[in-house]
């Protein structure tokens, strides 16, 4: 584990052990007193980023441990709080009225995400930011489901193959991340004809094939909707998070619901049965599966699924040896465009990525693209120019400002990348070396030895 200095845990990684499913509780409240006003206040902005305050939250209140934080830094959490639940009544009326339209348009639709994680992946919908609502839609029913989404005032504003993404082109960006909770706060609509695109990461899967046809009715506040299956909705966060992780930066609000769920069903060997047969013989989703669920139980400590376990065994040393060395570092990472870092680690992602990629042509290519992008930000693009409050000059500054950032980001984490390629060699040639001859694959034990070498 990354620890700060003196060995000992960092603000954000304190905040993570006392979120654990597994760990003590009393000896991660003993280390969160440690922190002063100032380490609380400079971390809230990670923990709004990373999706925990409200989860943090509420964990306080369950443990009997509020006294423990700041009174300044308490009130706010609260207040957000009651902010997200005014946002979760106003979004799931919204959310009502479009799953009534698509029903009366013909859509063939699954919701995804969102409100369909409820309860399975997370308690109560107050405790997640929800700033989209995700329809998987069938390819005939795309039309249709675009009409009805601009029937409600959303427009367009970004697109793909597989990816169509909505938003009002009223709403204004919120100028405190406090802002962000409150019910009127801008949200999007989007609509997905495949998860995971094979083009963008250049990582083909064979499966799972989600589909509209292969759907149960979820049930959520007297709401009734289209939703995957509990096989189908695990993978999907797998996929999501690998997406995520794929373009350096996965909110670590979802590796704690990949673990909440793990926690509730990791001894289920029925579920985990049928998500053997869904997963088949797609070497790589498995592999997916394993990643995932072992950067869960990293940072909040979730229980490893025997089946998962299993397939654990057969990891490639590559991929184990960046699982243990690497992931956690990355996971605490910050948002990479924005918060500064020095030499972040945000591209050591890429050791990972370059695994899954068939070809040293395509690794090439992958790795030249992830260093040196030229493609500017879309989503910078649209949240500047469609804010007819937002003065020219101010969206003309704000521009300059984010692409000095990317710039800098980019320069100083390719020489992170850079500097950390001999170790990245070194630490494979050693396990390549520990695996036996019969075949076993080198395992978290052997990693720990690999360290010390």
Not at 95 to 106: E, K, P
Not at 233 to 255: D, E, K, N, P
Not at 393 to 412: A, K, V
Not at 416 to 423: D, L
Request: charged fraction near 25%; glycine fraction near 6%; include cysteine.
């Amino acid at each position: 584990m990354s620890r700060g200095a003196g060995g000992r845990p960092t603000l954000p990684e304190a905040i993570a052990d006392f979120l654990s499913f597994s760990r003590q509780t009393s000896g991660a409240v003993e280390e969160l007193r440690r922190f002063s006003l100032g380490q609380w206040e400079q971390t809230l902005t990670w923990l709004h980023n990373a999706g925990l305050a409200l989860y943090f939250l509420q964990k306080l209140r369950d443990a009997g441990a509020a006294g423990l934080v700041p009174m300044s830094v308490l009130s706010r959490l609260e207040k957000n709080r009651t902010a997200n639940q005014q946002r979760v009544v106003h979004m799931a009326e919204q959310f009502r009225c479009l799953n009534q339209s698509f029903d009366n348009a013909g859509v063939k639709f699954a919701v995804i995400k969102g409100f369909s994680l409820i309860p399975q992946f997370c308690r109560d919908a107050c405790l997640r930011h929800q700033a989209d609502f995700d329809y998987l839609v069938d390819d005939r029913s795309l039309p249709a489901a675009q009409r009805v989404v601009e029937g409600f005032g959303y427009s367009m504003k970004k697109r793909s193959a597989e990816e169509f993404v909505f938003a009002m082109p009223s709403a204004r960006i919120p100028a405190t991340v406090d802002e962000l909770y409150c019910a009127r706060a801008p949200h999007a609509v989007e609509l997905h004809l495949t998860m995971w695109d094979s083009e963008l990461h250049g990582v083909p899967l064979a499966r799972p094939r989600f589909h509209v046809d292969r759907t149960i009715f979820h049930h959520w506040q007297g709401l009734v909707f289209p939703a995957l299956d509990e096989e189908d909705a695990f993978l999907l966060q797998v996929i999501h998070v690998l997406h995520h992780i794929f373009t350096y930066w996965v909110r670590m609000s979802s590796l704690l619901e990949v673990g909440y769920f793990l926690n509730q069903r990791a001894h289920d060997s029925q579920l985990w049965n049928r998500i053997e047969a869904r997963v088949g013989d797609d070497l790589v989703l498995r592999e997916f599966a394993v990643v995932v669920t072992e950067i869960a139980a990293q940072f909040c400590g979730a229980p490893i699924p025997p089946t998962v376990r299993i397939w654990g065994y057969e990891l490639r040393p590559a991929v184990r040896v960046w699982i243990d060395t690497y992931a956690r570092r990355c996971d605490f990472g910050s948002d990479p465009l924005r918060r500064f870092n020095f030499f972040p680690c945000t591209k050591l992602i890429l050791f990972l990525h370059q695994q899954y990629l068939p070809e040293a042509k395509s690794r090439r290519r992958l790795t030249l693209f992830r260093l040196l992008p030229f493609k500017r930000s879309v989503g910078t693009e649209h949240s500047t120019n469609n804010q007819p409050s937002f003065p020219r000059q101010w969206r003309r500054l704000y521009r300059r400002q984010h692409l000095f950032r990317r710039l800098i980001f980019h320069l100083t984490a390719g020489l992170r990348y850079a500097w950390e390629i001999p170790r990245w060699r070194r630490l494979n040639r050693i396990a390549r070396h520990l695996a036996p001859l019969e075949g076993r694959e080198v395992g978290a034990g052997d990693i720990s030895l690999i360290r010390k070498l």
